[in-house]
């Protein structure tokens, strides 16, 4: 399993990159800004995308929005994992395509259910 981890935070990229790799025993690539994670696309096929929103350049509502557009990488799920709890939050990530919407703080296991549940396990 790849899974691109974008977020500003070193703290919550390092907690979300540690749940996946422990979980799922997952190769996972970091991008603190929606623009470096636009430049490592390119590059690999991912399985999912963890994004925050509140980032610095292109917020995670973008990003969502170009994924979302680009034929290559439509099909990738993506997660958003935001400190935003609002319901008119939620219900935008969700109508621009996000496969899940989190809120902070989260506890490890829901994200290994999140994942779970969108990607296929390898046999």
Do not use: W
Not at 60 to 77: D, Q, S, T, V
Not at 112 to 117: F, K
């Amino acid at each position: 399993m790849k899974i691109l981890v974008v977020d500003d935070s070193p703290s919550t990229r390092a907690f979300i990159c540690g749940t996946v790799e422990k979980a799922f025993g997952a190769e996972v690539t970091e991008s603190s800004t929606g623009f470096e994670a636009l430049r490592v696309l390119p590059g690999q096929a991912f399985d999912a995308i963890i994004a925050d929103i509140n980032m610095p350049d292109i917020n995670g509502f973008e990003l969502l929005r170009y994924l979302k557009a680009h034929p290559g990488y439509r099909a990738i799920p993506v997660i958003i994992i935001s400190t935003q709890m609002a319901q008119e939050d939620r219900d935008r990530g969700l109508a621009a395509g996000a496969a899940a919407y989190m809120t902070k703080p989260f506890q490890p296991e829901e994200l290994e259910d999140v994942l779970r549940s969108l990607v296929p396990a390898e046999d």
